[in-house]
């Protein structure tokens, strides 16, 4: 069975760090690019980046560009953001998922990052 | 940048009735790149359609998608209570509309 644990979320000051990971199991990790996606309360889903299989090529949305690194530890089974230069309007629900080309088939249950003072 | 707008933003429909929602793209894309999700609640998101018409394991029959060029579509032929939820559609794995929801009467 696959499965996506996100950890790492928590209330963290404007302009602070935090990085999340997420551990996978069920499928071979190294196999599939990987992505982040994130949801504010009450909004809509945002992608946010993606990782290709070995971790030579990452794609970010514009927003997080120069704050936040997507990286992988293949041999742990382990998908990673580090977020820097953390803003309000990052505070989200924050969701690892898996690339099956062009969508998404599986998401862990998400960790809530909050970015307050 | 491809921006997908989704319409209506809200659907109101009663069991058994047909929803259609729609999902444009601002410039032409290729249907590979469009994928449907449902989400209710409290959950994550789970994928519907893939490569804009193609149905995920585990999907109804009822669920069902179209289109090209621009316009896009997921039709759910006959609703079911449980059907109730927001959808969003996506585009290359990247850019989601904002989201559609659908309400069960």
């Known amino acids: 069975e696959v499965q996506l644990v996100e950890s790492g979320g928590g209330l963290v000051q404007p302009g602070g760090s935090l990085r999340l990971s997420c551990a996978a199991s069920?499928?071979?990790?190294?196999?599939?690019?990987m992505t982040w996606v994130r949801q504010a309360p009450g909004k809509g889903l945002e992608w946010v980046a993606n990782?290709?299989?070995?971790?030579?090529?990452?794609v970010y949305v514009d927003s997080v560009k120069g704050r936040f690194t997507i990286s992988r530890d293949n041999a742990k089974n382990s998908l990673f953001l580090q977020m820097n230069g953390l803003r309000a309007d990052d505070t989200a629900v924050y969701y690892c998922a898996r690339d099956v080309g062009y969508a998404v088939d599986y998401w862990g249950q998400g960790t809530l990052v909050t970015v307050s003072s | 940048e491809v921006v997908l707008t989704q319409s209506p933003g809200t659907l109101s429909l009663s069991p058994g009735e047909r929803a259609t929602l729609s999902c444009r793209a601002s410039q032409r894309v290729g249907s590979n790149y469009v994928a449907w999700y449902q989400q209710k609640p409290g959950q994550a998101p789970r994928l519907l359609m893939h490569g804009a018409s193609t149905r995920a394991t585990g999907i109804p029959d009822r669920f069902s998608g179209s289109g090209s060029g621009t316009d896009f579509t997921l039709t759910i032929s006959r609703l079911e209570p449980e059907d109730s939820a927001v959808y969003y559609c996506?585009?290359?794995?990247?850019?989601f509309g904002q989201g559609t929801k659908v309400e069960i009467k």
């Open positions: 990782i290709k299989q070995d971790g030579s090529e990452a």
């Open positions: 996506q585009y290359y794995g990247q850019t």
């Open positions: 069920g499928f071979t990790l190294r196999s599939h690019w």
